[in-house]
């Protein structure tokens, strides 16, 4: 089964494949640009973020232990 298309046939849909694949391209690269944006992401999630990482920075530095550490002393130093 031999191709019966012409060389001209051939050039226009090599052209119309690479201007459709530059096109794939410069979407994936928008998107991949969107995905990688940290400081847009933090940005619009700020409120939520900040709280959440002071608690989390209170827990891991023993903070809940040592606020009742704090505490337990407290009360038996009024007895």
């Known amino acids: 089964m031999a191709d019966t298309r012409s060389a001209e ?3 226009s849909e090599i052209t119309v494949e690479r201007e459709q694949l530059a ?7 928008n998107r991949v640009g969107d995905a ?3 400081q847009r992401q933090v940005g619009s999630r700020i409120s939520f973020l900040a709280p959440a ?3 989390t920075a209170f827990v891991v530095s023993g903070g809940i232990g040592a606020t009742m550490r704090y505490f337990a002393r407290r009360g038996r130093e009024r007895r």
Not at 23 to 29: F, I, N, Q, S
């Open 9 to 11: 046939l051939v050039r």
């Open 23 to 29: 096109k794939a391209v410069d979407e994936l690269r």
């Open 36 to 38: 990688t944006n940290v």
């Open 53 to 55: 990482a002071f608690a």
